[in-house]
């Protein structure tokens, strides 16, 4: 039915049965400007914010309106080819006017714009409609929809509805606006192209700045705001953070790229004063969310971390120290929970002492009668001393009433504990592989390391607390014997032998061979092609099996990776010159084995970002330079895969060599250049009003 005539019909309906089923009609939009446009001006909203009957509401607000703007993408829609304006149509005609009308209504109408303008949302994500579908299949965002801040719709639409929470009673009206929020920024915003800006990201975080346990849909909407703010406009809103908020926006590092260096030593130094327990767990989260500009190596410093190697030693001294003087306190904890389990905590109808099967523990709560209060069972209270070494001065009484308080002590040690733990063994990673010296400090950070191994041994943890410490210490002697373990190279046929039949124990000595065989001086062609397809071999039972660390392990892959590198390039010992009289010809008789390599490559895992950086450059330098076009292709495709990947982390650790060495390379390349650097633009530090 034409826009015109669904208006008319709708209009001189005589009852609402009948505009009903006028609404129920399928109506042909060909132009979002001239047909849409009316029917919204005409139409939708009014049946939304006029008080009519609430069946034709619901009708419009879950079905008509949903459907309509569904089928605006369509090949027959005027506006749908127009090279990236699309996405602005659909904001201009669809979002805005509905964002608009939400200050002309009572607090029902408000509802319904919300829920509607949801419904909408919710049916363009699931049919994976959004700004980043504008920028696939070659197509490129218009310079004039190209603006890194356009949210003053956006800000609009914020700003009433935190206006709005603030007198929602319920957790579930609070959440339907959160809700409306996030999925408005995931289909307007695709943190590439187009940014929240910093006043955007201010105003999300301080009409959360009192939550200190954030619901499900606070949590995800400070996510989704943070994925879609760019690095400029995150350092300039740092002084807005709180723990609590950092403590979940911090999962997304990479857009800490430009304050991190402000953010961590502060949060290193804090962790060493007397804090609240959950203060100190909230910050030992936030710096092992972040951990990647102190631990990982970049290619932009010669393989050392973003961060300089000082803060990384100062943060172990820090957590060893915590460690070390967080032990009596958690063995005073779990007497109090055992006893409070079994209910021998007397109450203040009992008169009887504490009854203590252990007499080891016996013994102990013996040594602290002296300053118990003598009116014991009225006045019980609890408390602990974070910085002492001294076991008997980490338990005191405790009152049903304040009894439920353990609990949260039992979350804030558990968290502390395992944040620590990770921090410890991937600061312990880094300097183990080069990527941090700890000069003369290893020393004495061993000795702290061998203290606190001791200090668990001689304890009385829960199964829990144990297991973590205990899992840590395994971890990291495991990473020890695998880094001096040594094998004896196995010869072609062996290997072959080895790999037909794949033996979990004789993983290590499988790999260290292929790599042996790849490194070589000298290897025939022969021989490389036999290496190349043990390795696909490898990769085929991998993903056969589906147990990715049985056969071929993460960092096994890695390895082969790093190993396969120099052979990306064309291999002049394999190229032959044939001559006929004055004519020569050069026969590449590497080419078929190049192709083989790059497919493999194609097909490994590449994760350690060193690593990624380094094939980057060798498929820009030889990949998508080769003369044969295979090679070119998978070379492309490669590249696509690892930016795909890892391009947040490239751009956070290595802004400078992507910017000023990559992006240059792609430029002159024959690469379809505009597509590339649309989809993975460079970052230029730029100051914007906030």
Request: proline letters at 2%.
């Amino acid at each position: 039915m034409e826009v015109s005539s669904i208006i008319e019909e709708y209009n001189n309906a005589k009852d609402n049965d009948f505009r009903y089923m006028t609404l129920k009609q399928p109506v042909l939009i060909r132009s979002i400007q001239k047909d849409f446009d009316k029917l919204m001006a005409n139409l939708y909203l009014p049946v939304l914010t006029h008080n009519v009957d609430s069946e034709l509401q619901q009708l419009v607000s879950f079905e008509v309106l949903p459907r309509a703007v569904l089928s605006l993408f369509d090949s027959q829609v005027e506006e749908y080819n127009s090279n990236g304006l699309m996405w602005a149509y659909i904001e201009r005609y669809v979002f805005y006017p509905i964002i608009d009308s939400l200050e002309s209504g009572n607090e029902t109408i408000t509802n319904l714009l919300v829920q509607s303008l949801r419904n909408i949302l919710n049916i363009l994500i699931s049919n994976d409609l959004n700004i980043k579908s504008v920028t696939r299949n070659d197509q490129i965002l218009s310079d004039n929809y190209q603006s890194k801040y356009q949210d003053e719709e956006f800000m609009k639409l914020v700003s009433f509805m935190l206006k709005e929470s603030q007198k929602e009673t319920t957790v579930a009206g609070l959440q339907g606006y959160q809700e409306t929020i996030q999925k408005l920024i995931e289909v307007s915003y695709d943190g590439r192209l187009r940014f929240l800006s910093p006043k955007a990201l201010k105003m999300c975080i301080e009409s959360l700045h009192d939550y200190e346990d954030y619901n499900t849909s606070s949590q995800m909407l400070l996510n989704k705001v943070i994925e879609n703010t760019d690095i400029a406009a995150v350092a300039q809103t740092q002084q807005y953070f709180s723990l609590s908020n950092l403590k979940f926006m911090s999962k997304n590092w990479y857009k800490f790229a430009e304050c991190c260096s402000g953010i961590i030593p502060k949060l290193i130094d804090e962790i060493s004063k007397e804090t609240e327990k959950s203060d100190i767990s909230k910050m030992l989260e936030i710096i092992s969310n972040l951990k990647d500009y102190l631990l990982q190596g970049t290619i932009t410093n010669e393989g050392h971390p973003k961060l300089p190697s000082d803060l990384s030693i100062l943060l172990l001294d820090r957590v060893l120290n915590i460690l070390t003087n967080i032990i009596p306190s958690i063995e005073s904890r779990d007497v109090i929970n055992k006893h409070h389990n079994n209910n021998d905590l007397v109450t203040t109808e009992s008169d009887t002492d504490i009854v203590v099967e252990d007499i080891d523990q016996q013994a102990y709560l013996d040594e602290l009668d002296a300053g118990m209060s003598s009116n014991y069972d009225e006045d019980l209270s609890f408390t602990v001393d974070f910085e002492g070494d001294d076991t008997s001065s980490n338990l005191l009484e405790v009152t049903e009433e304040e009894l439920q308080d353990i609990d949260i002590y039992n979350r804030d040690y558990d968290v502390i504990v395992k944040h620590s733990l990770n921090i410890l063994y991937d600061v312990f990673l880094a300097e183990r592989t080069g990527v941090i010296q700890f000069g003369p400090h290893l020393a004495t950070a061993r000795e702290k390391l061998n203290c606190i191994k001791s200090k668990v041994s001689d304890s009385n943890l829960d199964s829990k607390t144990f297991s973590l410490f205990t899992h840590f210490f395994e971890r990291l002697e495991d990473f020890d014997r695998k880094v001096f373990e040594t094998y004896e190279v196995l010869s072609i046929e062996e290997l072959k032998t080895e790999i037909s039949t794949p033996i979990p124990e004789r993983k290590g000595a499988v790999v260290f061979t292929l790599i042996e065989y790849l490194g070589k001086d000298q290897v025939s062609l022969e021989e490389l092609q036999s290496i190349i397809e043990l390795i696909d071999h490898l990769i085929d039972v991998r993903v056969t099996d589906g147990d990715n660390d049985k056969y071929l392990s993460g960092n096994d892959e890695n390895l082969i990776a790093e190993a396969l590198l120099p052979h990306l390039r064309m291999n002049k010992s394999f190229v032959h010159t044939f001559k006929a009289g004055n004519i020569s010809k050069k026969v590449d008789n590497g080419a078929t084995l190049r192709t083989m390599i790059y497919t493999t490559l194609s097909r490994l895992d590449i994760t350690k970002h060193l690593l990624v950086c380094k094939v980057i450059e060798c498929l820009l330098h030889y990949g998508i330079k080769d003369k044969q076009d295979l090679i070119r292709d998978i070379a492309q495709s490669i590249l696509k895969k690892l930016l795909d990947e890892h391009y947040e982390e490239i751009l956070a650790l290595e802004t400078t060599w992507y910017s000023k060495y990559l992006v240059p390379i792609i430029a002159e390349s024959t690469l379809p250049t505009n597509n590339f650097l649309t989809a993975y633009p460079p970052f230029t530090f730029h100051t914007v009003d906030s």
